[in-house]
Each structure stands twice: as C-alpha cells, then as structure tokens.
Antibody, heavy 122, light 108 residues
Framework: EVQLVESGGDLVQPGRSLRLSCVAS????????MHWVRQSPGKGLEWVSG????????GYADSVKGRFTISRDNAKNSLYLQMNSLRAEDTAFYYC???????????????WGQGTLVTVSS | DIQMTQSPSSLSASIGDSVTITCRAS??????LNWYQQKPGKAPKLLIY???SLQSGVPSRFSGGGSGTDFTLTISSLQPEDFATYYC??????????FGQGTKLEIK
C-alpha cells in the first residue's frame, strides 16, 4: 500500500523558516515525481511545488517562488519543502502527493498524504 | 498562468440524481484536465485524469469530458458517499499546475 506521511508543520512567526518532510513507502519512490499542495483552512487547493523523479525539473507557484525550495532524497524515500520568509498567507495544511507518471511528470496526483498544518502568526 | 474557473460553486441534489460540474481554462489545455474529490477532513482523491480517464477503483458513475478550454464532470445516480467538494486541475504545464476554486455538492 502506498503511504505518504508528512511532518514538520508548526506554529511559526512571520519571517521565520520551516522545513516540511514527507516520507514515502509502498512504491519505488525514486521513479516518481512528487508535489506539494496546500489548503488554507476552509479554502480551496493550491499547488505549491513539484519535482521530477531525478530532481532535474522543479516548479513553483508564483506565490512561493524565491521563498520555498523543494528537494528530495531518493535514498531516504523522502520529499522536503524548505519554507523561508513565511507570511500569514502561507498558513495552510500542506499535502505531499505522488505523481502517477513513472519517470515522467504528469501533474496527476495520487495518492496524497494526510497533511501537516503550518500556522504563521505572531 | 493558466486560470481555472469552476461552476457552480455549490450545488444541491438528491440521491439518485445526475449532476454536471463544469470547468473552464483560461487557455487551451488540450485534455490535460483532472478531477479530484475531497471529503471534510480528508485529503483529496483523484477521480479522473486526462479529461476522461477513470482512475483505478473509481465507480463508473463518474465520467469526464471536454477538451481545449471547456470540461465537465458528470456524476450519474448520486450516492450518499458522493456528497463532497470537487476540484478540477490543469496539468498542461506540469511545472505550474493550478486548481479550480471547487464545487461543493450538498444533499437537497
């Protein structure tokens, strides 16, 4: 069974940094692109960032470009999101999601983790 | 950036009804359109990818259509477990994906 478990969410002050992690199991992690998607409480979904299977291609939403960095460690079956210069509007549940394309980035997300909550407030 | 607009934002229907949700892209995205279902407190679930391909395990009462800029998600014979929020998502640009604002389907 494919499982994605996020961690690292916390209450943090504006301007500070936070690193999220997602540990994967149940599939060959190194063969699949991965993504981060966020959802502010009671609001819709916003794609944040994606990374190809070999880290050769990455993308970011305009809202986080220059502040967030996605990375992965295939040896540890882990995906990361380094979030710097956090703002109140970054408050959200952050989900990691597996791309369903093997060795390609399709932008089709399945499955998703359960999410980790990031709250940015003074 | 590609903007995705769903309609309606909310919808009321009864068990057994058929409903259709529409999604419009701000530019031609061919068939790079996916649909997700989200229930309260849960992560989203992929229903349909590439406009009309049913993800494994998804009931056949769900169907998708369209191409270019206009797409639809149809749920025939609504079941109690179908009441949820539905999102469309474009994957034309895999390095800049985007979602619609969501359609909340409620029981009448």
């Amino acid at each position: 069974e494919v499982q994605l478990v996020e961690s690292g969410g916390d209450l943090v002050q504006p301007g500070r940094s936070l690193r999220l992690s997602c540990v994967a199991s149940g599939f060959t992690f190194g063969d699949f692109a991965m993504h981060w998607v966020r959802q502010s409480p009671g609001k819709g979904l916003e794609w944040v960032s994606g990374i190809s299977w070999n880290s050769g291609s990455v993308g970011y939403a305009d809202s986080v470009k220059g502040r967030f960095t996605i990375s992965r460690d295939n040896a540890k079956n882990s995906l990361y999101l380094q979030m710097n210069s956090l703002r109140a509007e970054d408050t959200a549940f952050y989900y990691c999601a597996k791309d369903i394309g093997q060795l390609i980035m399709t932008g089709w997300f399945d499955p998703w983790g359960q999410g980790t909550l990031v709250t940015v407030s003074s | 950036d590609i903007q995705m607009t769903q309609s309606p934002s909310s919808l009321s229907a009864s068990i057994g009804d058929s409903v259709t949700i529409t999604c419009r892209a701000s530019q031609n995205i061919n068939r790079f359109l996916n649909w997700y279902q989200q229930k309260p407190g849960k992560a989203p679930k992929l229903l349909i990818y590439a406009a009309s391909s049913l993800q494994s395990g998804v009931p056949s009462r769900f169907s998708g259509g369209g191409s270019g800029t206009d797409f639809t998600l149809t749920i025939s014979s609504l079941q109690p477990e179908d009441f949820a929020t539905y999102y469309c998502q474009q994957s034309f640009s895999t390095r800049m994906c985007s979602f619609g604002q969501g359609t909340k389907l409620e029981i009448k």
